[in-house]
């Protein structure tokens, strides 16, 4: 055969190898597509499974074992699915809880000291989702310690059924519904209760107790304290309101027999909730009490009462869940005695504006000022008639010209006038608008006859001027 044939029959061959290949390729992939098919086909041939709670005996006991877990907050209990054999493909079952069964179960006397277990206290799933392939599901049923700490000393109970299972599964009967039963004494003990109350509740406290309130010319603020016992946890609320009828009962019996009870809202206010933040065993809010309504009442201790409820978290302990207060309006009342039995005089003189001398700086008019020029150092004298004691005082800034403010200054007391002691010292001071009055408190229990405010520097002028300086006695 001449040389030219054989490489056309060789050519020929190649192509039909090229040709085949393809179709091969494609049966191949043809036929491996066909038995993923066929594998399905069979794989939703499957058998339904049947599905129930896990249970004994239709009940489930808490504690059993280690069937729970617990923080300072919350009880989770493990509810458990199980599949006669493993589940063919995903499907869902849903949850339903059978109050009416529980209450049935009480009432017949079939569950002891049992209570219901209230939905505000728990959270559990109202749907499951099955996946391919298992046999088991587990779903979390996670309780408040609010509920364990409560009911203390009974069981908590709770019926939980499952209903309408898809992909054509079945309800086992007689285990689709199971009674979870919780042993509160067993779950905790009674020291581990977290009670909520007032510190110092339960008692008549006399105000103010410390030294942490804040007097004003209009208001008085006491801070409250509320504490809760045993390890904190996450964050909660819990509401305040008046309890006046606790008050007046103690003033009625003669406990608080000369006393005027306060009113919410036209002698004071208090927040209606107070929130505690988490990991924290003590929380404050403020008790804001009207001047005006001390020195009314003055003559007979005015009183009140607050009172806690509604905790989102933790239990209240009712003995002292409530706080009488009386208060002593001669520690509680701030008093301006600028314009009491004084003389007045300053360093220096304005001579050129009868409008802004230095009577104007204890007028008690904010839009008046003294205005004095030419300053290097200025002070301005109250001298009483007897010694008096004081603890605070007020500067008012003027309507205009910042950099005139008063920038460093000291007040100083003095029994003669002539030696002075340095009571409070400011330095780089700054007001942060005008007709702005900031009051300044110092500790002194000493009653000086003199007291003398000194400026010795202003902010940025070669002028000087102030509003307003009022001399506070303090209780």
């Known amino acids: 055969m001449p040389a030219s044939d054989h490489l056309f029959k060789n050519r020929k061959y190649a192509d039909m190898s090229r040709n085949i290949f393809p179709v091969l390729l494609l049966l191949c992939l043809s036929g491996l597509f066909s038995c993923k098919k066929n594998e399905k086909f069979n794989d939703e041939q499957l058998s339904p499974v049947n599905v129930s709670i896990r249970s004994t005996n239709g009940r489930i006991t808490v504690p059993s074992g280690n069937n729970y877990t617990r923080t300072v907050d919350n009880v989770t209990i493990p509810v458990n699915i199980v599949l006669s054999a493993t589940a063919p493909k995903i499907f869902t079952v849903d949850i339903h809880v059978n109050n009416d069964t529980i209450?049935?179960?009480?009432d017949a006397g079939q569950l002891g000291d049992a209570v219901l277990l209230e939905e505000s206290y728990y959270q559990?799933?109202?749907?499951?989702?099955?996946?391919?392939?298992?046999?088991?599901?587990?779903?979390?049923?996670?309780?408040?310690?609010?509920?364990?700490?409560?009911y203390y000393g009974k069981t908590l109970a709770l019926a939980i059924s499952l209903v309408d299972v898809g992909k054509h599964n079945t309800l086992d009967a007689t285990g689709k519904m199971a009674v979870l039963l919780i042993n509160t004494t067993e779950v905790i003990r009674q020291e581990d209760i977290h009670y909520l109350f007032f510190t110092g509740g339960g008692s008549v406290l006399?105000?103010?107790?410390?030294?942490?309130?804040?007097?004003?010319?209009?208001?008085?603020?006491?801070?409250?304290?509320?504490?809760?016992?045993?390890?904190?946890?996450?964050?909660?609320a819990?509401?305040?309101?008046?309890?006046?009828?606790?008050?007046?009962?103690?003033?009625?019996?003669?406990?608080?027999?000369?006393?005027?009870?306060?009113?919410?809202?036209?002698?004071?206010?208090?927040?209606?909730?107070?929130?505690?933040?988490?990991?924290?065993?003590?929380?404050?809010?403020?008790?804001?009490?009207?001047?005006?309504?001390?020195?009314?009442?003055?003559?007979?201790?005015?009183?009140?009462?607050?009172?806690?409820?509604?905790?989102?978290?933790?239990?209240?302990?009712?003995?002292?869940?409530?706080?009488?207060?009386?208060?002593?309006?001669?520690?509680?009342?701030?008093?301006?005695?600028?314009?009491?039995?004084?003389?007045?005089?300053?360093?220096?003189?304005n001579n050129s504006n009868a409008n802004e001398t230095s009577g104007k700086l204890i007028d008690n008019n904010v839009n008046s000022k003294f205005l004095l020029g030419s300053f290097s150092t200025v002070w301005a004298q109250l001298e009483f008639a007897t010694p008096i004691t004081t603890g605070a005082y007020t500067m008012t800034s003027a309507n205009d010209a910042p950099e005139r403010d008063p920038k460093n200054w000291t007040l100083e007391g003095s029994d003669n006038g002539t030696d002075w002691t340095v009571l409070d010292t400011r330095t780089d001071q700054s007001f942060g608008s005008r007709f702005l009055t900031v009051k300044y408190t110092f500790s002194n229990q000493v009653a000086f006859k003199f007291y003398r405010l000194n400026i010795t520097a202003v902010k940025s002028s070669d002028l000087f001027q102030l509003a307003e300086w009022r001399l506070l006695k303090r209780p």
């Open 124 to 150: 559990l799933a109202k749907t499951a989702e099955v996946r391919f392939g298992i046999d088991t599901i587990s779903i979390p049923l996670q309780v408040s310690m609010q509920a364990i700490e409560k």
């Open 238 to 349: 819990v509401n305040i309101s008046t309890s006046a009828d606790t008050a007046q009962a103690l003033i009625d019996d003669g406990t608080l027999a000369g006393s005027t009870l306060l009113k919410e809202g036209d002698d004071y206010t208090i927040p209606s909730t107070l929130n505690f933040p988490a990991n924290s065993n003590t929380a404050r809010f403020d008790l804001v009490i009207k001047t005006e309504s001390l020195k009314k009442y003055e003559a007979n201790k005015p009183v009140l009462a607050l009172s806690l409820s509604n905790p989102t978290r933790h239990l209240l302990d009712e003995t002292r869940s409530k706080v009488v207060m009386k208060l002593d309006p001669s520690k509680l009342i701030e008093t301006d005695i600028t314009n009491t039995n004084i003389s007045y005089k300053t360093q220096y003189e």
């Open 103 to 106: 209450r049935h179960m009480i």
């Open 206 to 236: 006399q105000q103010p107790s410390g030294t942490d309130h804040t007097l004003g010319t209009n208001f008085v603020v006491l801070p409250v304290s509320v504490t809760l016992g045993g390890v904190a946890g996450g964050s909660f």
